[in-house]
């Protein structure tokens, strides 16, 4: 199983981008999904996690502002980020909680997986 992130980049404050991720492997389901950031010399903290039914959570910090959302078919969650600020830069991680199919035909395994990380740079 493999999460590949993409659509960092830098950005006026202001502005948006918006993050995609997506999975793949052989997988079978997929629970929770979600987005953390680790900004330099902070801990990584979580921005927004959505259910696989789409109930959705948000940090205090981004809320009215990220919008996440999922694509159930493609495997694939979304982060649009708007009005960003320059504490919003940071490396942006994907997570996903996923079911993925062994080679022992109908045997499932758990696992947790992250993105590689895109960076995110908010600044004039």
């Known amino acids: 199983v493999q999460l590949q992130a993409s659509g960092g980049g830098w950005v006026q404050p202001g502005g948006s981008l918006r993050l995609s991720c997506a999975a793949s492997?052989?997988?079978?389901?997929?629970?929770?999904m979600g987005w953390y950031r680790q900004a330099p010399g902070k801990q990584r903290e979580l921005a927004a996690t959505?259910?696989?039914?789409?109930?959705?959570n948000y940090a205090d910090s981004v809320k009215g502002r990220f919008t996440i959302s999922r694509d159930n078919a493609k495997n694939t969650v979304y982060l649009q980020m708007n009005s960003l600020k320059p504490e919003d830069t940071a490396v942006y991680y994907c997570?996903?909680?996923?079911?993925?199919?062994?080679?022992?035909?109908?045997?499932?395994?758990?696992?947790?997986?992250w993105g590689q990380g895109t960076q995110v740079t908010v600044s004039s």
């Open positions: 997570n996903a909680d996923v079911i993925y199919r062994t080679i022992v035909p109908g045997f499932t395994k758990r696992l947790d997986s």
């Open positions: 492997g052989d997988i079978f389901s997929i629970n929770d």
């Open positions: 959505i259910t696989s039914g789409g109930s959705t």
